[in-house]
Nanobody
Framework: VQLQASGGGLVQPGGSLRLSCVAS????????IGWFRQAPGKEREGVSC????????YYVDSVKGRFTISRDNAKNTVYLKMNNLKIEDTAMYYC?????????RGQGTLVTVSS
């Protein structure tokens, strides 16, 4: 099982980025998948999560209305579209899933929001 996140970068406040997380070794559509972030000196935070089979995704309050999680099952990939980015969104972002009581996490992609 592997998760490979990408798409981070430097963006100005108000800008947008789309993060991608390519899954391998398992069928993404069969499992819940989430995006997490950790800023320097802060605890890890769950940003968004989507269960398998559809249903309303979860968003942490601070990103509601700005971030959107989506999947492309044909590509075994989950995305996090981030709009209207704020300085406080600066963090290492990574995707994670749980399979048979084991948690798998990708290596992360850095998002820096700065003017």
């Amino acid at each position: 099982v592997q998760l490979q996140a990408s798409g981070g970068g430097l963006v100005q406040p108000g800008g947008s980025l789309r993060l991608s997380c390519v899954a391998s070794g398992f069928t993404l559509d069969d499992y819940a998948i989430g995006w997490f972030r950790q800023a320097p000196g802060k605890e890890r935070e769950g940003v968004s999560c989507e269960r398998s089979g559809g249903g309303s995704p979860y968003y942490v309050d601070s990103v509601k209305g700005r971030f959107t999680i989506s999947r492309d099952n044909a590509k075994n990939t989950v995305y996090l579209k981030m709009n209207n980015l704020k300085i406080e969104d600066t963090a290492m972002y990574y995707c994670a899933t749980e399979i048979n009581d084991s948690t798998y996490r990708g290596q992360g992609t850095l998002v820096t929001v700065s003017s």
